[in-house]
């Protein structure tokens, strides 16, 4: 599903923010969100982390099977538990809900679709599942989503499994499904690299949302 034409003359914000502490990415969501008004520009930031694994408002903890080393941080998004760690990009959605007219179903079609079209082009078919939010090839998870969305704006958004090790996910059940099977875009035959991924991710989600033009900017706001 794509927005209607955005009300605004600002361009979207694509912010690259590199290897980055979760803490740190988690915080400066929540203070940008706080302290925009109706006038700030959107942004959409990519991300690396350090491995850790992050608990939704509805995690369990029964489904920490065995964190070991990794760290474990409660945040404010939906969803249950899942895992970031080197060569996972992951894309943090600072919008205007409200102001582009979306509901959260919406945003999260965006989101599905946007990874979806990657894989299309390049030859791999993908699919969104109604009970389960996340980008599915075959019955193994490639993508996962989970958003907070506070007085029509919002944080979080959804991590996409690159070139990455994903033992991690074992010591889990990945966003609450015992025995849920994941994969990559490196074991399906596609060679990005993050930045190749983000490089077309991010504009794709972008005009999904009813952007044509964007500011590209590296750093934390």
């Known amino acids: ?46 991300v690396e982390h350090a491995p850790v694994f992050t608990q939704g408002m509805a995690g369990k903890a029964e489904h920490l099977l065995a964190p070991g080393e990794i760290p474990v941080i409660q945040t404010d998004r939906g969803g249950q538990v899942t895992y970031h760690g080197p060569g996972q990009l992951v894309a943090y959605c600072l919008l205007d809900v409200r102001r582009l007219g979306l509901g959260p179903r919406a945003l999260v079609t965006a989101l599905e679709q946007s990874v979806i079209e990657l894989l299309a082009c390049r030859g791999v078919a993908a699919r969104a599942r109604g009970d389960a939010p996340g980008v599915y090839v075959a019955d193994a998870k490639l993508a996962s989503l989970g958003l907070r969305i506070r007085q029509g704006r919002s944080y979080h958004g959804l991590s996409l499994n690159v070139a990455m090790d994903l033992e991690p996910f074992g010591r889990i059940n990945p966003c609450g499904y015992p025995g849920l099977r994941v994969t990559q875009l490196r074991d399906l035959g596609l060679d990005l690299s993050l930045e190749d991924a983000a490089d077309d991710l991010l504009p794709r989600l972008g005009r999904k949302l009813g952007y044509t033009c964007f500011d590209l900017l590296t750093g934390l706001p």
């Open 1 to 46: 599903m794509t927005a209607a034409p955005v009300p605004t003359r600002h361009p979207l914000t694509l912010r690259r923010l590199g290897f980055c502490d979760y803490r740190a990415v988690f915080e400066a969501m929540r203070d940008f969100t706080d302290r925009r008004d109706a006038g700030t520009p959107d942004e959409l930031w990519w």
